[in-house]
T-cell receptor, first 108, second 116 residues
């Protein structure tokens, strides 16, 4: 079964808006990673947040981690049409386990 | 950043043939690599953990005789789909982990296998 579960499964927004995706997980983790995948392509590592960190920024990306709630969020600010992709969270404990993904569509 | 190269990116083969997919860590040594399978519009499913110099660890439900994994060096793991059938058509992705207790994973671009 999947460790991480993203919410929402699909998100459609207008260019310039912010997009927030959430990820919940079940067991303890070493770190949590967010990945992006364009249709038919491989995964691109976006950001890694360790279990002792609460928030991390990278460009237009902001990731938070709440280990007490076993959840993480990925915020993409000022979205662009090129941000259209599927976004996955993955948790690393003994192995890396992926959630089901959020399909983000940014309309120009 | 670390780069993982996967080859080939696309392969079409006839039913009954075998196909080998390579996963290379280009600028780091990876004692552990992972192979995933992804169905259309679905998430990645871990198939097996590839350990350098030892046998791979397969996830439940994955046929080890069908999906042969060899991790002969610290920079190369191969996945061979033996006697491929159309239901084996899928997107296969590998990842390699950097060393250390909090090693980071880097992924290949994936290989799309189509079995006719």
């Amino acid at each position: 079964s999947q460790q991480g579960e993203e919410d929402p499964q699909a998100l459609s927004i207008q260019e310039g808006e912010n997009a927030t995706m959430n990820c919940s997980y079940k067991t303890s983790i070493n770190n949590l990673q967010w990945y992006r995948q364009n249709s038919g392509r491989g995964l691109v590592h976006l950001i890694l947040i360790r279990s002792n960190e609460r928030e991390k920024h990278s460009g237009r990306l902001r990731v938070t981690l709440d280990t007490s709630k076993k959840s993480s969020s990925l915020l993409i600010t000022a979205s662009r049409a090129a941000d259209t992709a599927s976004y996955f969270c993955a948790t690393s404990g003994n192995m890396l386990t992926f959630g089901g993904g959020t399909r983000l569509m940014v309309k120009p | 950043g670390a780069v993982v190269s996967q080859h080939p990116s696309r392969v079409i083969c006839k039913s009954g043939t075998s196909v080998k997919i390579e996963c290379r860590s280009l600028d780091f040594q990876a004692t552990t690599m992972f192979w995933y399978r992804q169905f259309p519009k679905k998430s990645l499913m871990l198939m097996a953990t590839s350990n350098e110099g030892s046998k791979a660890t397969y996830e439940q439900g994955v046929e080890k005789d069908k999906f042969l994994i060899n991790h002969a060096s610290l920079t190369l793991s191969t996945l061979t789909v033996t006697s491929a059938h159309p239901e084996d058509s899928s997107f296969y992705i590998c990842s390699a982990r950097t060393s250390g207790a909090l090693g980071e994973l880097f992924f290949g671009e994936g290989s799309r296998l189509t079995v006719l």
